[in-house]
């Protein structure tokens, strides 16, 4: 069976409620909940199945043309990957449950979230969350946060990063971090600095060079 690697792999925690996504350029994304189930029975379930199917059909029905730079550009037989069954664990997890931000970028529906956040207490949520992680991210080889919030301003995600203990050789394991850079200083790296010796990108989310529309986009005064 053939599939495009990232809707086989790309399995994101997208909010408070646990909700699980399977690739963000595709309509069906969300395929459950990580406090109704742990990520290996979501990973293996029907709603997952449902998104793949067209997938190893070759239609790729339910992909947006228009989000996919794979088939925008033509290059998905590139991304394409060859498998006799469904792995037991997805590879990659990309974290961005917590949305919490420095920022009120005018673009970003994280402010809300913050402002629902002050009138709840998310702990209980976010111990379930998680509790569902804790037995596949061993087996995690490509981690990534935040995308929804700022990296540095989300202590759970934070602790989960300091404390993650990949089972893959060091060789094999990479890093993605998403950061608006504000906070990236020595003493938050240090609180993160275990994942130095994995292969580690970061992406810098520059709303633009100009600081008059920097921190109008941004809604701060830095």
């Not at 790309?10 to 909940?33: A, E, L």
């Not at 029905?61 to 088939?71: E, G, R, S, T």
């Not at 590139?78 to 590879?91: A, G, L, V």
């Not at 020595?186 to 709303?207: P, R």
Request: with cysteine.
């Amino acid at each position: 069976m053939k599939i495009c690697e990232r809707g086989l792999n790309f399995i994101q925690v997208i909010d408070v409620h646990g909700k699980i996504r399977v690739c963000g350029w595709n309509r069906g994304g969300v395929i459950g909940s990580l406090l109704e189930n742990d990520l290996s029975t979501i990973y293996h379930g029907k709603a997952a199945d449902r998104v793949r199917q067209p997938m190893f059909d070759g239609t790729y029905a339910d992909c947006q043309v228009d989000h996919c730079p794979f088939l925008a550009n033509g290059t998905l037989d590139e991304h394409s990957i060859e498998i006799d069954e469904i792995p037991e664990y997805p590879s990659e997890l990309y974290l961005a449950y917590e949305g919490i931000c420095n920022y009120h970028c005018t673009c970003c529906t994280s402010y809300m979230n913050m402002i629902e956040a002050k009138e709840r207490d998310w702990s209980e949520n976010y111990d379930k969350i998680e509790d569902s992680l804790r037995d596949v991210l061993p087996h995690i080889k490509k981690i990534s946060a935040n995308g929804r919030g700022e990296l540095f301003c989300s202590k759970r995600i934070m602790n989960i990063l300091a404390n993650w203990k990949p089972l893959a050789p060091d060789e094999e394991v990479s890093v993605l971090l998403e950061t608006n850079g504000s906070l990236f200083n020595e003493t938050n790296w240090a609180k993160i600095s275990n994942l130095g010796q994995y292969h580690l990108s970061v992406d810098l989310t520059v709303m633009s060079f100009h600081e008059d529309a920097y921190q109008y986009l941004s809604g701060t005064k830095l």
